[in-house]
T-cell receptor
Framework: GQQLNQSPQSMFIQEGEDVSMNCTSS?????WLWYKQDPGEGPVLLIA?????ELTSNGRLTAQFGITRKDSFLNISASIPSDVGIYFC????????????FGTGTRLTVIP | KAGVTQTPRYLIKTRGQQVTLSCSPI?????VSWYQQTPGQGLQFLFE???????NKGNFPGRFSGRQFSNSRSEMNVSTLELGDSALYLC?????????????FGNGTRLTVT
């Protein structure tokens, strides 16, 4: 299946710093999604992107759907301790189907 | 509005047994998908159901099966369990298939096979 390369694999940052992570694919996606997963819980949807070039914000989070439709990035501004967790990108390739291809995840640690 | 509910949260089974996991989607959501999450393989798509019909299937052996009921609730079954089936099994629901709508996940069932 499609492979999504997500980087970095892990990040250690000071509280208040900005964070950037990205996802690239060899295939084109019609939709990009960003999820956050806390220990013992399922992934929680953060941002959904539906159009190439789209830039969407959700509070301190901003994500963009790459023009080529093969990449996306997520930025977190002014990080806080509760931002700790694993962030996953996910892509959907076709309409009429909800199977997602997930990235390998970025583990974020915020140091107070 | 209640989220996606999965039961049970934890299961311990032995090799060769079978297991059934249950998922109740968000009210009004008609599509239910199942994913397997392991440290080595990450999140992998198992199958998707919409209106009681399997619409998509991932690359898993036939030991993995599922079904969806008229109220959109779904179950997945794994027969002849193997040690490698130990994983977090996640259910996700979405409103529809077209136009595509985001998936919302439950907290999963953690299956341990001994």
């Amino acid at each position: 299946g499609q492979q999504l390369n997500q980087s970095p694999q892990s990040m250690f940052i000071q509280e208040g710093e900005d964070v950037s992570m990205n996802c690239t694919s060899s295939s084109i996606f019609n939709t990009w999604l960003w999820y956050k997963q806390d220990p013992g819980e399922g992934p929680v949807l953060l941002i959904a992107l539906y159009k190439a070039g789209e830039l969407t914000s959700n509070g301190r989070l901003t994500a963009q759907f790459g023009i080529t439709r093969k990449d996306s990035f997520l930025n977190i501004s002014a990080s806080i301790p509760s931002d700790v967790g694993i962030y996953f990108c996910a892509g959907q390739t076709s309409t009429g189907a909800n199977n997602l291809f997930f990235g390998t995840g970025t583990r974020l640690t915020v140091i107070p | 509005k209640a989220g996606v509910t999965q039961t049970p949260r934890y299961l311990i089974k032995t090799r060769g047994q079978q297991v059934t996991l249950s998922c109740s989607p968000i009210s009004g959501h008609r599509s239910v998908s199942w994913y397997q999450q392991t440290p080595g393989q990450g999140l992998q798509f198992l199958f998707e159901y919409f209106s009681e019909t399997q619409r998509n299937k991932g690359n898993f052996p036939g030991r993995f099966s599922g079904r969806q009921f008229s109220n959109s609730r779904s179950e997945m079954n794994v027969s002849t369990l193997e040690l490698g089936d130990s994983a977090l099994y996640l259910c996700a629901s979405s409103l529809r298939l077209e136009p595509v709508s985001p998936l919302h996940f439950g907290n999963g069932t953690r299956l341990t096979v001994t």
